[in-house]
């Protein structure tokens, strides 16, 4: 029963989407417009969207990094156009977590305030940004407070085990871990545990991370998935 139940549900969601694929399409037509066209363009777009707008939500910053991948330059070669630049440069400061990102301003200060800066903050490391701007770039190894206030992991539409911003009914996904083994987790696991898992296992710190991602990769449908991901 456990089994017939967990499949009904995961049924009912994907009806939901293509029903309201199904009625953007007959409004289309109504209007005129060819929905084999865009009927895809729309629901990327709203794709797009909410990808965004999960992003924005969850780590609190635009989804871009400011680093300047055309120019290649990595810390040595910013640090030596500081030294050698004399002049107010723009400062940001990226910190990247397990779960989020945040991004603050430092303020603009003269370029040899910029070198004290990575003198004192060894873990910092220096990218190029826009005109004028540089963007100190640094590794957390935690969650970012906004994952902390709202992440979740559960089983998505697709059965992977996955990062939600929000329960999963919300279906904001920031990240998919692995494609769950879910018929062996019905005959393992309990249908209270099936259930939580369902409906997003709250996740307020680094700990409770690890923990989950360390349970289901048991269930991982792959057994070469079964490595813990914590890599960021």
């Not at 330059?73 to 440069?89: F, H, M, R, T, W």
């Not at 430092?106 to 070198?115: A, K, P």
């Not at 963007?135 to 992440?151: N, P, T, V, Y």
Request: charged content about 30%; glycine content about 6%; some cysteine.
């Amino acid at each position: 029963m456990m089994e017939f139940s967990l499949w009904k549900q995961l049924k009912k969601r994907i009806r939901r989407r293509r029903r309201s694929l199904w009625t953007l399409g007959t409004m289309l037509v109504l209007l005129g417009l060819s929905p084999a066209f865009d009927v895809p363009a729309a629901s990327a777009a709203a794709h797009d969207q909410n990808v965004s707008g999960a992003h924005t939500a969850v780590h609190g910053i635009s989804p871009q990094t400011g680093v300047d991948s055309q120019s290649g330059a990595d810390s040595g070669s910013v640090i030596k156009l500081l030294a050698e630049y004399k002049g107010p440069v723009k400062v940001m400061l990226h910190r990247t977590y397990v779960c989020g990102e945040e991004t603050s301003s430092l303020g603009t200060v003269d370029t040899r305030e910029v070198l004290q800066m990575l003198k004192h903050h060894p873990e910092w490391t220096a990218v190029r940004g826009g005109d004028h701007e540089v963007i100190m770039e640094q590794r957390m190894d935690d969650l970012s407070e906004a994952c902390k206030r709202r992440a979740y992991i559960g089983m998505d539409k697709d059965g992977n085990l996955s990062l939600f911003d929000g329960p999963p009914k919300k279906e904001k996904v920031m990240r998919t871990f692995f494609q769950l083994d879910v018929h062996y987790m019905e005959s393992s696991l309990s249908k209270d545990r099936m259930d939580e898992l369902l409906n997003g296992i709250r996740i307020s710190d680094l700990d409770d991370y690890n923990s989950v991602i360390s349970t289901f990769s048991d269930y991982a449908k792959d057994k070469s998935e079964k490595v813990m991901k914590t890599t960021y």
